[in-house]
């Protein structure tokens, strides 16, 4: 089990956010740091932080926090207190 | 026409000054697009631009950033405001020196070409350091029939490495999508920190104004020069004829516009249209430019230059 603050830690880390207010609201390519860039060191530090290899289909898909957590759980991460 | 400012044409474009203390481009939109989308290069002048503010501007241009890679530095707490020059940086002293920069479309060989690009002139050089301009519309109209048939046949494959993170945040290689037509065999090895990729693409395009077509591309510049280029050469593998080469570098020359700086500068330039490169400057002589990217343009391709084929 893992916390939604531990989530929003990995996002804010790889991507370098300074302000991580309504961080729950990210949606890929609407902030310069989420972008193609952003998006490469963002899927390598979840698969670090949560020892899982996501599939090509899913990267594509991880297209905002809230679309992340849903994919996550299909890889066996579950949070304990998500939306 | 706004007669808070005025417009002048020059060799490469239109000069945009402004005439009222209060004046801000991002509140000139629809002028500047059509301005934009017909002549190819706004200098603006006597806007007052400070530094830290220049995506204020250039949010209102855009809908994306190009997501850079790592070889550029940020400044002013702005992410996409980036040196020009790649090294010697000292803040508050400029660029200590380099070497010329032979022409090329931006980032025209990677998947996040920019559409525009803006170059903003923190401090001016004083004797070198000239920014160079050439107008691919102007260009792709001089070149032979010949070599006009091989680009249009033709596409460039451009073999990449492009770092993109220096604290390695995974391990082993990663199979890639880019989702850019024109990019394959694309994966990370976080090992290094390196996306590897191949980019396919033309060396010539539809410009802005649907009657024109743009050459605009990285056929230029030498690979020792452009670190992330590995490998140019035509689809099938083989090397671009010398010929061709020897005649786009010989007509581009002739088309040159050189540009020198002032303080406050502010260009933005249609890259998809312009080649652009640099004059070498010394030690003693530094610059310090900022780079802007927009990879997509916050309006549509041709919105101002097409019409219809009948009026109301």
Known sequence: MTSIENYKRVFADSLSLTNSKDIEKLEYNIIPEWDSIGHMSLIAALEEEYKISLETDDIIDFSSFEKGIEILRNYGVSFSNAF | MN??????KFECGIIVSNKSEHLKIQDLYHEVVTLFE???VILFRNFNIQPEELTEITNRYTQKYSGEAIRRASHYGQKVVRDVDTSGMEMGSGIIGGPAVDFHSESSFTPAWPEIIWLYCNMPPIKGGKSILCDGIK??????TDTK????????????EIPIAEGKPGKGKKPWY????????????????????????YAVQEGRSSKNLCFTNHLFVSLESEPQL?????????????????????????????????????????????????????????????LIQSERASFGYGSTTRGSLTKN
């Open chain 2, 3 to 8: 007669k808070k400012f005025t417009t002048d």
């Open chain 2, 230 to 290: 590995i490998s140019r050469t035509m689809t099938d593998g083989q090397e671009i004829p010398k010929k061709i080469l020897e005649e786009i570098k010989q007509k581009a020359d002739d088309l040159t516009y050189e540009h020198s700086w002032e303080k406050g500068d502010f260009l933005m330039v249609d890259n998809l249209r312009f080649l652009h490169g640099r004059r070498a400057y010394d030690k003693d002589d530094p610059r310090e430019l900022f």
């Open chain 2, 149 to 160: 048939n091989f680009f249009l046949a033709n596409p460039v494959r451009y073999q990449l």
């Open chain 2, 178 to 201: 880019l989702g850019t037509i024109g990019a394959g065999n694309s994966y990370i090895d976080w090992d290094s920190g390196i996306l590897h990729l191949t980019q396919l693409r």
């Open chain 2, 139 to 144: 260009l792709w109209k001089n070149l032979t």
């Open chain 2, 38 to 40: 017909e002549n190819g």
